[in-house]
Each structure stands twice: as C-alpha cells, then as structure tokens.
C-alpha cells in the first residue's frame, strides 16, 4: 500500500535528528527562531504519527528504507504498539522541554533533546536489530550528554559511571548480536521470526538472549545494570531524570519485548526475565526504604517498578503484553509526574516538612500519585497490579514467588511513600537544610497537575483504556501477522550460508 | 432506582455536602440530619426481613464485573455503622467543634473523614464480588486513616503504623483473591463458594493463612494487634468514639462473609492440623480467645483513659469471633448481637470520657477524682457504659455476653470457657479503675468547679446510655435482626422472645430478670430510707487515719498503680513479646534494605554484571 | 588434542580480548584504565562480528576483486562492524572528555576517591548528614582539599 508522505514513519526519526544539528547554526543567526525550532518540530512528529493512526486505523504496515527490500534492507514497522510508544515520546519530551532556558546551555540542551527523541522514535519503530543498536548507542549518547548537561563535578562523575557500565552493556549486546547472525545468518525481526524455531532454541540461542537483555537492559534498569540509577537521578537535572526514568527506559523495554516475542520465544527466555526482573524490583524497593533524599527515593522506586514491568512482559500470551503495557505506561505518568515535582523538592526529606500545608495542591498531587502506585482500587495502578497478580497465579511456583515479592514489595512501597506523607503533612516548623539545600518552592508549576488530571481521566476511563491496551496487546504478540507484513506473500530466498 | 442506589446517593450527598460547606458552623447539624437521612434510606430498603436488594449499576474491568447488593447482613452492619456516625456527628456539632477550632484544627477536615468514612462503609458492606469487596476494603481503610491522621505528631505515627499493617493485611487479600480466581474463574462469591468445597486441605490452610490474615489485621486479632490501641486513642474526640465502636468490626463482616459463609464452620471443623488434635475452628477459637485475654489485661495497666478503652476494644472482638466460631445457635447470635451491644456500649464510654477530656482537659487517670460530685450526669453514662461493658445484667453487654458463655458450655469447650471468664475477670477490673479514677474518690482542687458536660454533649451520650439500658431490657428486637442474618448466611437461628433468648433447657428473660433487680433496689430503698434509721451524711474530707486528723487542702486519691498486687503476679508475664516479634520485622526488612543499598552504593558495580553474566550464561549452557 | 584450525584461533582471540577488557574493567580503579579496557573489550566484541561473517578459504567482499562465482566472505557483519567501531570511537571521545571535566572538578582519576567526593557532594547539595554509622559517629574524616589529594585514606570503614 501506499504511503502518503504525512505518514511516512521516517520523519519523526529524521526531523528532530535534522533539527539537533541545525539548532546551533540556527542559535547564532536568530536565538528566538532557535527556542522555536524544537518544540515544532515535536509538534510536527506528534501530528504525523496521529495522521499515521487515523488513516491505519491500527492496521500494521512496514516500510523499507532506501528502496532496499527486507531482508537485507532495513525495514520500519508500524503497528499500535509501535504508534502507542512513538506517540509518547515527543509528547513527554514537549512535556519536559526546557521552555525556560536561555544561551547557550538552552541551545544545547534542547540539541540533545531532540537527538535523544529521534534516537529513541528510532527504537520504537524499527525493524532491524542492527538498526536499533545504533538507535540504542546514539540514545545513549545523548543522554550522557544530558546527564553532565549542569556541568557539576558529581554529575561528571556519575556521567562517567553511566557511560562505563552502559558502553559495557552494549558491548554485550554486540556479542549477543554477533551469535544471532552467526546462527541464522540474518538481522531482520521478522525474518528472525521465521527462523527462530529451527535456529535458535539451544543453549547458544538462549545465551545470546541474555546478552542482548543484559545490553538493552541497562537503558531499562534491568538488574544486574541499574546501579547507575540512584546516581544520575540525584545529579542530573529533574527533567531529565523524568525522561530517562519515565520514557527512555520503556522504549528500552519494548526493544526487549519484541526480541522476546518474535524471535525468543521460549519459557527459558521469559523466566531469565522473570528472575532478574523480580531481583530487581525487591533490591529496588527494599532501597528506597532507607531513602534520604527524593530524587533517589524516586531513582529506587523506577527501578522497582521497572523490575515489575520485566516480570509482567515474561508472562506468556496477550495477558502477559497487557499487563506489561499497563504497568509500563502507568509508570510512565506517575513517575513523570513525581520527578515533576521533584524538581522543587531536590532536598532531603526532612526538609519537606509541612510542605503539604503550605503548598495544597502538590501535597495532593503527591499523595494521588502514591495511592495510584501502590494500587489503590479505584486508581488505575491498581488495575494493572491485579492483571499482573491475577495472570502471575495462574502460572507455575516460581511465578507465584514472584507474586509473593510483589505484594510483600508492595507492602514496604507504601510504607516509605507514606512516611514522607506524613512528614509533608506536619505541622511543626523549620527542619534541617544544609548550606547548599534549595529551599523547596511552593508552586507545581504545569507539569505535575496535568498529569496528575491523565491519572484521573484513566480512572474514569479505565474500561476503554484497558480495552484499548489489550487490542495492542493482541496484535503484539501476533507473530505471524508481523511477518505478512514484512514479507507479503511472495516467498524470498533465504540468505545462504556456506 | 433501587433503595441501593438512594442509600448510596444519600451517602455520597453527605460527602459532598462535608467537602463543600464544613467550613460553615451550621454544617455540623445539616451533615447530623443526613445521617439520619442515609439511617430512613437503609430502612427503606427493606431487605432485613425480605430478600437482598441489588444496585442498578454495575462496572466490568478486564472482564471482571463489579457489582452491589444489600442483604440482612449488610443491613445489620450498615445499620450500626450509621447509627454510629449519626451519634458522633450529633455529639461533634456543637460545643466539641468550636473546642476543636480553638486547639488549632480544622473542622472540615474532621467532617469530611467522618463522611468518608461512612461512605466506604456504605459501599463495603454493599458488595457482591470479591472485587468489589476488595474496593470498598480499600476505600475503609483509607478513610480510617484519614481520620486517625487528624490529630497532632503522636497521631501521625500510630497512623503510619496502621497503614502499614492495613496495607500488608490488604495484599494478603489481594494474594488470596488471586489465587482463589485461578481456581474458580471468576470472583464472584456464587462461583467463589462452588469452588471452595473442591479446594484440598492445604490449600484451604493457605487460602485461611491470606484472608484470615488479612481481616484480622483490620479487626485487632492476636498477633497483629499493635496498631490499633495507639491509632484509635490518638484520633480525636468522636473519631475515636466512631473508630472504637465499628471501625474495627469491617474485619469480622468480611470474615463473616468468607470464612463463616462460604467455607462453613463445618469445614473448618473438618480442617485438621497435622500432628495435632486441634481443628481449624479451635485454632480461631484460640487465637480469639487469646485476643480476648491479653489485650484486656493491657488495658488493666494504662492510665490514659482513651488508651483504656481503645485496648479494650481489641480484646471485645475476640468475643465476637468466638461466639461466631462456635456455630450453634446460641453462640452465633451471642457474637453478632455483641457487634451491636459493643458498639453502643463503646461510643457511650468515648463519649463520656471525652467529655471529662473536655472540661477537666487531661484523659490522664492520674490526674482526675472526685468527678461524680460535678458531673453527676456523665458519671451516670459511664456506669450504664462499664456495666454493659463487663457484662453484667441490667444492661445489653449482659446478655450477648451470658448467650456467648452458655454456647461455650453447651458445645463442651470449658477451657474456652474459661478463658471467656478469665477475660470478663479482667475487663470488670480495670472498667471499675476506669471509673473510680475519675468519678469516685476525692475531688481535685483544679476541678472543684467543673461544671457538667454541655449540653450538645450531653444529649447524645444519655441517649446512647437509654438504648444500652432498652438493648438490655428488652433484646428481643437486636435479636430478631440477628436471627435475619443467621438465616442469610447459613447459620442456625436462634429462638427469642422479646426478653431474650428461649430455649427449653434454660433460656433468658431480661424482662423478669430487670424485673426482679428493680424490684430489689425497690426493697433496698425502702428499707434504707424508709426503716433505716437516721443515718447522719459526712462530708468528703472528713477523714481520719492513723491518728491524725487530715485536712481537706490535701486530696488523698488512690489512683496510680491501681492493682498493684494483681500488677505484681501477672506483671512478668508481659514481657513484651508482641512488641519484640514487630520490632523483629522491621529489622530484616531495615537489614535488607541497608544491604541493597550497599549494591547499589559499591565503587565496582561491573562486578555484579560480570558475576550475573557468567551465571546467566553457565545456566543457558546447563 | 584440539584442532588448531584458524577459525578456532581467532574465536579464542576475540573472546579473549573481550574477558581482558572486562577483567580491566572490572579490576581497575583508575579511569583512564578503565577506558582502555573498554576500548580493548570493544576491539574483541568487533572481532567475534568480523568473525561471524567469515567464511574458509573465501576472498574479500569486493566486487571484481576475484573471478566471478569464488566464494567472498559475508559482507554484513563487515558493514556493521564499521558503524560499532565508529559508535566505540565517539562513546570513547566523548568519555576521555567526560574524564578531563572530571580531572578539572576533582583533581583526581581514582574511581574510589571521585565516589567518595560525588556522594559527598549529593549529600551536602540535598542537606543530609552524611555518617550515620555508630563505628564513626563523628563522621567521616573530610577528605583532603582538592587537588592535593593524598591517597593514604583507610580502606575499611565504608558504608
């Protein structure tokens, strides 16, 4: 079928690739002309992939870049699930654009910006593993840049620890890359699909999954790779934690997600997930318990609950791609939302006393959004922690350890948010604040509110926006619809070894 | 529109109405006719006597459908839950509120968790699916902590400390409801029940350990009864008289549900423990009976009276559960007709102590004596209150108590049955340290001129002390809403009559029996006024010892450590050990924690990733 | 007795490169070491996709290099290795310049130090109080003014 160029998937790749290396050129011939360029251009990509959606109506299609047909050519596939994520992102990254910035570390932050957004766009929508390595190095790249973008000595620091563990990860993620072509000779996902039965269930195929996880799983804080976290949270700017916590991290999952439905599908692979993702989530939790600080506090608790995404995605099915679809993007507003507010509230705990009755709303834009993440009915957090508990019982004995962990997990998560509520609500004056603490401010700003009214608005909505989910789900997992659409019925050579 | 929906819509008005207006003084009445309205819609719905009544609407999620209904249970329940709120908020309009603004607090605040907190009530005692039940389960908790929240610092902490055992006792639930949908496919109570029957004994243990877990989280049961002591005292004023008299009682309306309902005393009869002679039911009957002992001789040692009664409490709901597991007729009707007597009996007490609280300003039994000569009134409350309390005819706590007693013996359990007494034992004494440390004895200097309670006080806590004294009187209407709800959950019912229970081998009749006490305090008073003799009245100070003459600017009042003798035996057994095994808890988890931390916080993280890929990639070897 | 075939050698080799710059990785505490081990891993993780595409006794993938219908060795793996190997050259640049920043702000390369001096800092930006432990209650011993640091701090001790 045609593609009319307003739906072509590459723009939202291209433009804000194109516009991260305009900005500077830009910047020095107009400045208010360059604080336009990216947020338009956000708005450019938002209102091409709506287009893509009302004209597909969610039906799938690919496109094959440069004329070159899968599988040798790269391909982009463009299915709901791939919609859902590409839609998210230059809406939260136009959520978290620095409207107030000025100069030149304005130019260049929103430079990195746009270059992580069209990196990460790249992620959610390719077809090809190679492909999305490099859309995973270039992320990568670009959020180092936006981590040490403040220039402080601990931001450096934790800049380089990320960089070390990460450039490690995907250097796994190579080799794991390198005994996949070596065993089926190709790196098209859906030609991978058609292969993976025959080639890849032994132990060699089961081992390059672990790389491959263990690589793109340190963008999505997977654990053994997640010890970067607690330190970039606490020293990158809050904006930025918000979109590597809420954001970056998920599109990380969703490469997971596709390897494992399309090309690993096997209950090895899915309780490898299972294991490291439930280790997670407790180490997660079971830290932010000693918490001295929010950014951290929210740095551990991001890792806990991405260790619950990594368990609901192992399950096997549509329940299971439900589930991790409704944890995922439940996580993606709440924790939005608190590194929102974390902005204003980068100090100690204890210097939040009383800040709920000083400043009304965010006191109860706080405790909302602990309510919805520890799952409180009618909230829609606890709809996606029933689907998760409901579809993990139904399974084996270590499923049922894993739900084991997470109520008990949950148990001590509602604990230690409720401990700063209590602190919040006070009523005593002055706490300790150290020579450098910022005074935490009184207003929200924008950010956290509108959020805090997407929370409600699921709540109300929440039959249609779980049906919604599951209809991703189904065709998610439907491989055979995925490799039609890649290779329409005309069989092609495979690619010969010899 | 079914009475359902108007019961809820009335409910919900009177939230509203508190988030709205509570900041205006005349709210307080407007939200006190409310409650009476919300009172008129559950008699409306008529579904004590006649067949349960089911909500218009309904919400399916996931495929899980959510619905509402009222039947006789809900409406016994509901029936005490509203009644409780309609007293407190009479009691809190008026005097206590403006009291309440002076110290610094926010009414609205107050009226709005009072209104919540009826309101999940309403919803909780409505449902009809585990689901739901888990919503409105939620919804209660919440709302209690809310309220227990409102007070100062001290008030906080034992909030937190609620919610955390809330919260763990809820995912427990949450566990068994997931597993119990693995195995019957639905979370509706009729497939739910089917399913139940088929499940094998281990499972049943399981499923026992969650649920029973987590309602007796919420009802105060040994062991996770730490909480509730400190959270209801600290709440203020009617909070505390609404937590202490219902609050705690949404555990054992759940229980009723699950456990009595749909796995059956009969089965739990069935349900060995291995290596033992003892049956599940035994173990519920102790762990009830144990509840019953040991709190009520905490109470014995506190010398706050909020802290008192709030012990007390816990230790009242082990009766109710053990009238409830026994089973028989008798026994069942004894722990539901409890529910209704404790919770008049509880708001009356709170009630009168706050206004103690009010005038004198401490709740410190240390510092109080003397009162029945000021507030002859609120002594009179009391004394209604601490005879029901400890059981003792002619007030209603007497015969839920006597029908939980006789069904102990009847159904050969005397060890239970001592234990039952044991614990009477201990409630008739500290009740008593209750009231001679604030009414009787000498009257302090600082309160020689106390006056009455107010009025807007005053009213509420007589009334409840009338129907403490009609409930006793005449217990054959609470009875006959009792006989409604055995007969909806599938126990036997009890035969009453309209002055208590009858029964061929030895019934009750309060009427011969209030009869015959009356008519003794008539010969009594006769014979003391009328043929006695002149008997010459001496003041108070009046007082001689030792041989020496006391004058009156010194107050001599035997109130600290009170039972001192009785503290001396039974003093060492209270080591503590509750205490020690929560304290427990939060040091693993402390110690987890502290060691997660220290991963995270390691100079060589690539450490761990080396050590897990070589692990990952040995395991997709093997 | 193993077949020293080539394919066999250079498998070894690569896989070995990779374990020699992890083990540098992971047994290193300097930085720049660090650094050079990861640029050592890389070099062997370019090596075993180099190897993935080879092919015994196969010519180089030139078009017109050999007679038409001699066997070449897998383009592909050869394409991607040069965008790994640029992807690891711009990561390696932009670390040792990550690494001059961290040198001007603290005066050091030692990984063990530069953790002391970010936790350090991220306690006192935030207002903590950083030592809390009962084996040093009054606190830990400041470190040195930068960039006289002196490496003589005891290695227990560390929560």
Redesign the interface.
């Known amino acids: 079928m045609s593609v009319t160029w307003a739906m072509n998937p590459t723009l939202p790749i291209v433009l804000p690739l194109l516009g991260a290396f305009l900005l500077q050129p830009i910047a020095r011939v107009s400045a208010a002309l360059a604080r336009a360029v990216g947020p338009a251009i956000l708005i450019a990509c938002l209102w091409v992939l709506t287009e893509t959606w009302l004209a597909q109506g969610g039906r799938p299609f690919a496109v094959a870049i440069g004329g070159f047909a899968a599988p ?1 050519g790269i391909v982009l596939y463009v299915d709901r699930i791939a919609l859902l994520f590409a839609a998210a992102v230059p809406t939260f990254a136009l959520l978290f654009w620095p409207w107030a910035g000025t100069g030149q570390e304005a130019t260049r932050e929103s430079a990195l910006l746009l270059l992580l957004v069209s990196s990460v766009t790249g992620l959610a929508l390719s077809g090809d593993l ?1 492909n999305i ?2 859309f995973y ?1 270039l992320a ?2 670009a959020s ?2 936006l981590v ?1 973008i403040h ?4 931001a ?6 990320y ?3 990460s ?3 995907s ?2 993620a ?2 794991g ?3 996949l ?2 065993k089926t ?1 190709t ?1 098209n996902l859906a030609h991978l699909a058609q292969l993976a039965p025959s080639t890849l269930h032994d ?2 195929g ?2 390059s999954f ?2 491959m996880l ?1 690589g793109f799983g340190v963008k999505g804080e997977l ?3 997640n ?5 970039v949270y ?2 990158a700017p809050a904006r930025i934690a918000a979109l590597l916590a809420g954001l970056v991290s998920k599109l990380a999952v969703l490469v997971v997600v596709r390897l494992l439905v399309l090309v690993f599908n096997q209950p ?1 692979a899915a309780q ?1 997930m299972l294991v ?1 993702g439930a280790v997670g989530m ?3 939790e ?2 932010a ?2 918490a ?2 929010f950014p ?1 506090m929210l740095a ?1 608790s991001s890792i806990g609950q991405l260790g619950m995404v990594f368990i609901a995605f192992s399950l096997p099915g549509t329940t299971g791609v439900l589930a991790g679809l409704a944890v995922a993007f439940h996580h993606l507003v709440v924790k939005s939302g608190y590194f929102a507010l974390a902005a204003r509230w ?3 705990l ?2 939040l006393s009383g800040l709920g009755r000083r400043s009304k709303l965010a006191g109860a834009i706080y405790v909302l959004f602990a ?1 919805s993440l ?1 799952g ?3 909230l829609p957090g ?2 996606t ?3 998760v ?2 579809a ?3 399974h084996g004995s270590l499923e049922l350890v894993a ?2 962990a997470i ?2 997990v ?3 998560e ?2 230690y948010l ?2 700063l509520a ?1 602190v919040l ?4 004056k002055a706490a ?6 910022r005074a935490p401010g009184l207003g929200v700003g924008l950010v956290a509110p509108l959020l805090a009214l997407v929370l409600l608005a699921a709540t109300i909505a ?2 249609p926006v ?1 049906e919604g989910l599951r209809k991703v789900a189904a065709q998610t997992v439907d491989v055979a619809s995925y490799v039609r659409t890649v290779f329409p019925p005309v069989s092609l050579p495979l690619a010969q ?2 | 529109m079914t009475p359902v929906d108007s019961l809820f819509l009335v409910s919900g008005l009177t939230l509203v109405v508190a988030l709205l207006f509570g900041r205006q003084r005349l709210t307080a009445s407007l939200l006190v006719a409310l409650y009476g309205a919300q009172f008129a819609a559950l008699v409306q719905t008529g579904t004590l006597f006649g067949d349960p009544v089911t909500a218009s609407f309904g919400v399916t999620v996931l495929d899980q459908p959510m619905h509402w209904r009222y039947d006789a249970l809900s409406w016994f329940f509901a029936m005490i839950t509203i009644g409780a709120g309609f007293f407190c908020a009479w009691y809190a309009a008026g005097v206590w509120q403006e009291a309440h603004v002076k110290r610094g607090h926010s009414p609205w605040l107050f009226h709005v968790a009072l209104a919540a907190n009826v309101f999940a009530m309403v919803v909780l005692l409505g449902s009809g699916d585990f689901l739901s039940l888990f919503l409105g389960w939620e919804l209660v908790s919440w709302a209690s902590f809310l309220l227990m929240a409102l007070g100062g610092r001290a008030s906080g902490r034992a909030a937190l400390r609620y919610l955390t055992y809330a919260f763990s006792g809820a995912m427990a639930i949450l566990g068994a409801m997931a597993l119990l949908y693995t195995q019957a496919g639905s979370l509706e109570y009729a497939q739910v029940g089917a399913a139940i029957p088929k499940l094998s004994a281990g499972q049943l243990w399981v499923l026992l350990a969650l649920l029973g877990g987590g309602f007796a989280v919420k009802m105060g049961l040994l062991p996770f009864h730490l909480w509730q002591a400190p959270a209801y005292a600290e709440t203020p004023g009617p909070g505390s008289a609404f937590l202490g008299a219902i609050s705690a009682r949404m555990g054992l309306y759940a229980i009723i549900v699950v456990i009595v309902s749909m796995v059956g005393v009969a089965r739990l009869v069935d349900l060995s423990i291995p290596f033992t002679f003892l049956s599940g039911r035994d173990l519920i009957a102790w762990i009830a009976a144990l509840t019953v002992i040991l709190p009520t001789y905490t109470a014995l040692q506190q010398h706050d009276a909020r802290y008192l009664l709030a012990w007390h409490g816990i230790g009242q709901g082990g009766y109710m559960l053990l009238g409830l597991v026994v089973g028989n007729a008798v026994g069942s009707a004894g722990g539901l007709l409890h529910i209704f007597n404790y919770a008049l009996t509880q708001a009356a007490l709170l009630m009168a102590v706050f206004a103690v609280v009010h005038r004198t300003g401490t709740a410190d039994l240390n510092k109080l004596g003397g009162l029945v000569a000021r507030m002859p009134l609120t002594f009179l409350v009391l004394l209604f209150g601490i005879i029901s309390l400890a059981g003792l005819p002619p007030m209603a706590g007497f015969v839920s108590k006597w029908m939980i007693y006789r069904s102990l013996i009847t159904e050969g359990m005397p060890l239970l049955f001592v234990a039952a007494i044991v614990g009477t034992l201990g409630t008739i004494l500290s009740v008593y340290k209750l009231i001679h440390n604030i009414f009787l004895g000498q009257l302090r200097l600082e309160h020689e001129k106390v006056p009455e309670a107010p009025l807007s006080m005053l009213i509420p806590m007589l009334a409840l002390s009338t129907l403490i004294f009609l409930a006793g009187f005449m217990p054959g209407p609470a009875l006959s809403w009792v006989a409604e709800v055995q007969r909806l959950v599938g126990l036997p019912q009890v035969q009453y009559s309209l002055g208590g229970v009858v029964d061929p081998r030895g019934g009750l009749d309060m009427i011969w029996l209030v009869s015959i006490l009356l008519a003794g305090f008539g010969v009594g008073a006769v014979v003391f006024y009328g043929f006695g003799g002149k008997s010459q009245q001496v003041h108070q100070l009046n007082n001689y010892a030792g041989g020496h003459f006391l004058t009156a600017d010194v107050r001599y009042q035997y109130s600290d450590n009170f039972y001192a003798g009785l503290m001396h035996l039974i003093g060492p057994w209270y080591r503590g050990a509750f205490r020690w095994i929560e304290d427990g808890v939060g040091g693993v988890v402390d110690l987890l924690s502290y060691a997660m931390n220290w991963v995270y916080r390691s100079v060589q993280p690539l450490v761990f990733l080396l050590a897990t890929t070589v692990a990952m990639l040995v395991w997709a070897a093997v | 007795m193993m077949s020293l075939s080539l394919e066999a050698i250079l498998y070894t080799g690569a896989i070995g490169l990779v374990v020699i710059g992890a083990l540098g990785l992971v047994l290193s505490h300097h930085l720049f070491r660090m650094l050079l081990s990861l640029a050592v891993a890389e070099a062997g993780g370019n090596l075993l996709v180099v190897l993935a595409g080879y092919r015994g006794g196969a010519i180089a993938p030139i078009l017109g290099y050999g007679a038409p219908g001699t066997p070449m060795v897998d383009p592909i793996p050869q394409a991607l290795v040069l965008t790994a190997i640029v992807i690891g050259v711009g990561v390696q640049a932009l670390a040792v310049a990550v690494l001059v920043r961290v040198y001007r702000a603290y005066g050091t390369l030692d990984l063990r130090d530069l953790v002391e001096h970010m936790q350090g800092d991220i306690a006192k930006a935030a207002g903590i109080p950083r030592s809390t432990s009962t084996h040093a209650p009054g606190g830990e011993r400041p470190l040195p003014p930068v960039p006289a640091l002196v490496r003589h701090q005891p290695r227990g001790g560390r929560s």
Do not use: H
């Open positions: 040798l190679f390595y490099v190095e990568a790249v180092f840049g040490a220039a402080t000595g601990r450096y620091v934790a800049t380089i620890r960089l070390l563990q450039a490690f990860g250097l796994l190579l080799v890359i390198a005994i072509y070596t000779g790196l132990p060699l089961l081992a672990a790389l263990i654990f053994p790779v010890t970067w976290v607690p330190e606490a020293t090895e490898l490291l407790v180490s997660g079971l830290s318990w000693r001295k600080d951290r551990f980068g100090g100690s204890e210097s309510l520890i409180v009915p009618p606890f709809w922690k029933l689907i508990l409901v993990l019982a139904q739900m084991a109520l008990v949950t148990a001590i509602a604990n409720f401990r209590v609500y006070r009523k005593d300790p604040a150290g020579p450098e603490a929440i039959v779980t070894k010899d």
